[in-house]
């Protein structure tokens, strides 16, 4: 079925820039949003019985992380078929209807590609297995022999991501890579067959009317794998500048400058956001209009809630995309993080990032002692509103506009993460923001369907979304409350800072007069009698005229 796009997100309406500039896109974790066929396991049906709920907050597009048929060692980031959908979640009619009601709704559709991996299940790496040394079939992935007697020792000492050896031997003695889970055997992106395959499947997508692709781990598809391979010591000692053999090599943008060609060669032309964990000075490539054109920054994730660090991050990122052409990224939480209402929930610890103290935490198991719910909430309503007005474009999290904190206390045998078992249990992984959703405080698995694949904790249904639908000071009203104001508001893409003589706050002014200003701290803000007429929204209310600590506020443009 072809089909093209018309649709027109909110705030393109008023500007002639392209819509993902400035877009707000949601991040749905498909098989923990909604379950409409009962099963425990979200669906696109279930996106569609909820289409409601993401129109009501305004986003502009969604971003559905991987909803193909996979075995889920990695939560669907295990593809076994890149042209489908997991029959648990679906099928290719579900999810035409599924696009066509987003887009009448005027809601774009990013998916998600998985190119550095597959799934062990995909039938390539099946016929790989099958096809014996040597073969055309290996050719596809990257196997070798291994060292020591018998070649019983894998190929090199390097560790997999998640833990563990990088090499899985197969059953007539060769290895194999994986730079992930055993279950996500690396493609060889040397190989014509793997590239041109890729680019069937992203025609395939955007022949289905889909908006735009969030890129897996870009950074990571093309290797120099000559022999001698280097030990892991002699990796990690060499710089990353283009030539790595593993890492953000130059020549990956190569494969995205022929993905570009395919993206422009529709109207309108489809979009790509990479996740590139690569040096700042580098990201501009990813971004640049040649490569994918946008590139997700993740330096919020790592910063604690203070106004020298915001501010420094945003300075950097806005001059990072000036220089690529694009515009910035503004992220606070994703399922791979622990949920940013609980990391700034947790007292800080000397040497570690806010990210790595949410882990630590977990790993700890939770203790309810050591968080602060409220404050955590408090500061994570204040950050968004933020980031929101910021001048480019904000990716929210599914459950994050119901102030959802992260689900510590999963018990073992439930957990889902590679991480955990390629640990051993040391790590808990990410399944703590991955807990299907709660909609309906009263109902059973509080509305999200059947008994849920990771368990909901109990104190899940305070943040339920028809009870908080109801209250126009929850944080589901606050969400759409801001995304409606920030579509009336949005401004071209500057900002100035105003200096506030204090180093507890920020404030800074868009092109067209609409300010934010965000109170760090816990002392209030007084604002002076034009402003507090001036005040849109508030995150903390206004008392006795000033925003109270830990608070956002936007103000109109005067006049
Ligand atoms: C990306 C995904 C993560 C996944 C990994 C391997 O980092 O965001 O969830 O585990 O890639 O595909």
């Known amino acids: 079925m072809t089909q093209t796009t018309t649709t027109r997100t909110r705030h393109e309406e008023a500007s002639a820039e392209p819509w993902w500039r400035q877009a707000v896109v949601y991040q749905i974790y498909p098989r923990s949003f909604a379950d409409a066929t009962g099963d425990g396991i979200g669906d696109l049906q279930g996106v569609l019985e909820r289409i409601d709920h993401l129109d009501a907050l305004g986003v502009d597009a969604v971003w559905l992380s991987p909803f193909y048929p996979s075995a889920l060692a990695d939560g669907g980031y295990d593809v076994a078929d890149y042209r489908d959908v997991d029959p648990r979640i679906g099928t290719l009619e579900e999810f035409d209807r599924m696009v066509a009601a987003l887009h009448e709704r005027g809601i774009r559709v990013v998916v998600d590609i998985v190119p550095n991996h597959s799934s062990d299940l995909h039938p390539w790496f099946q016929a790989a297995l099958e096809a014996g040394r040597g073969s055309p079939e290996r050719a596809r992935y990257i196997f070798r022999e291994g060292t020591g007697p018998d070649g019983a020792e894998p190929p090199t000492d390097w560790v997999a991501m998640f833990g563990g050896s990088a090499w899985e031997r197969v059953a007539d003695g060769q290895w194999y890579l994986h730079s992930f889970a055993v279950e996500q055997p690396d493609l060889a992106w040397d190989h014509p067959e793997v590239r041109a395959d890729f680019l069937e499947t992203l025609r395939f997508w955007s022949d289905r009317g889909v908006d735009g692709f969030r890129i897996d781990v870009a950074h990571m598809l093309t290797k120099d794998l000559t022999e001698p391979l280097p030990s892991q010591a002699e990796l990690a000692a060499m710089p990353v500048d ?3 053999p593993l890492l953000d090599r130059d020549d990956v943008h190569e494969v995205y400058a022929e993905w570009r060609a395919l993206f422009d060669s529709y109207d309108p032309p489809r979009t790509a956001v990479a996740e590139a964990w690569v040096h700042p000075s580098r990201i501009h490539r990813y971004a640049s209009p040649t490569s994918l ?12 809630f203070e106004a020298a660090a915001f501010r420094r991050i945003i300075a950097d990122n806005l001059a990072l995309a000036h220089e690529s052409g694009s515009s910035s990224t503004w992220v606070l939480s994703n399922h791979d993080v622990v949920r940013h209402a609980t990391r700034y929930g947790l007292a800080a610890t ?5 990210r790595e103290r949410g882990i630590a935490w977990i790993r700890e198991g939770g203790p309810e002692a050591e968080l602060d719910r409220a404050r955590g909430e408090r500061r994570a309503r204040a950050a968004t509103v933020f980031i929101l007005g910021l001048p480019g ?35 808990l992984g990410r399944d703590g923001c991955r807990v299907p959703l709660p909609w309906e405080a009263d109902a059973p698995a509080f509305g999200f369907g059947g008994e849920p694949h990771l368990p909901q904790p109990a104190w899940f249904g305070e943040h339920a979304a028809d009870a908080q639908a109801a209250d126009g000071s929850s944080t589901l009203a606050l969400y759409r409350q801001a995304l409606a104001l920030r579509a009336a508001l949005l401004a071209p893409e500057g900002l100035e800072w105003v200096e506030t003589g204090r180093d507890d706050v920020l404030r800074f002014a868009r092109p067209n007069g609409w300010e934010v200003v965000t109170a760090f701290g816990d002392a209030a803000v007084p604002l002076g009698a034009d402003e507090l007429e001036r005040v849109v929204l508030a995150t903390g209310g206004i008392v006795d005229g000033a925003m109270p600590g830990e608070s956002t506020v936007w103000l109109a443009p005067a006049g």
């Not at 997700?296 to 604690?304: G, T, V």
């Not at 000397?350 to 806010?354: D, K, L, N, R, T």
Request: no cysteine; charged share 20%; aromatic share 10%.
């Open 242 to 244: 283009g030539m790595h």
């Open 293 to 304: 054109g946008q590139s997700f920054n993740f330096d919020l994730l790592e910063a604690p």
């Open 350 to 354: 000397e040497g570690a990032s806010v």
């Open 393 to 427: 474009s904000t990716y929210l999290y599914q459950g994050e506009e119901l102030g959802l904190h992260e689900a510590a206390t999963i018990p073992a045998e439930a957990r889902q993460d590679p991480t955990f078992f390629r640990s051993g249990g040391a790590e």
